[in-house]
């Protein structure tokens, strides 16, 4: 018969899930998604790896209660003014919650199914989107490319702030030689991208979000109005 070393047994008996979700958002935020093991975990909480399985079914279920926990921590809109404002609050909540943990989007963009924490985010933004007066298809397709639009922003932001650390350097030194690269292309062949450089190389998430947000919002302003004629 083996015997499970009383300190393990005792750590065992006070775990539980909330505690092991929260240990592997602290993980995640240290070592990233690609580093974020079960046996790391389990030397974190300072339990063997096979204890963990009480808790979580497999990494897969873990990760999954990760998207949701860092769901939970991006704030609801409210009901209350126009629904473009809505919308937009969302995008932006949403790309705060996401940029406040290592590989936040990346995590979303990679898990399913989803729990009730991000369901009534989903909720919330079909909600809104049917309130503008698109229809169901157009709603849940609007809601879709909305979800890409900051996922995928905060995750190319994730992976150009990993890239300037591997190289040992910064954003603003990244683009300003991209700005130097374009600017010393072959005018005659590249003559827009040399005019632009500066643009292109622009030092301005915030603004290009807001940019991407804007476009999004004024093709959903299109898809209200036509639902709205169609239905008189």
Known sequence: MSFVPYRESQRQKKLDRAQVVRAALALL??????DLTMRRLADRLGIKAASLYRHVRDKDELLALLADEI???????????SWKDQLVEMGRNTRRGLLAHRDGARLLASTAPFGPKRLRHIEAALRVLRSAGLTGRDAGRAAYHLNNLVTEFVADEGRF???AAALGTSRRKMLADARKYFSALPKD???NIVEMAADLAED???GLFEF????WMRA???LSRSSRRGSR
């Open 29 to 34: 935020d240290e070592v990233g998604l690609a």
């Open 71 to 81: 769901s939970g921590e991006v704030p609801m809109v409210e009901s209350r003014g």
């Open 161 to 163: 702030a990993q890239q």
């Open 189 to 191: 062949q590249y003559p």
């Open 204 to 206: 301005d998430a915030d």
């Open 212 to 215: 991407g947000l804007q476009i």
């Open 220 to 222: 959903i302003e299109q």
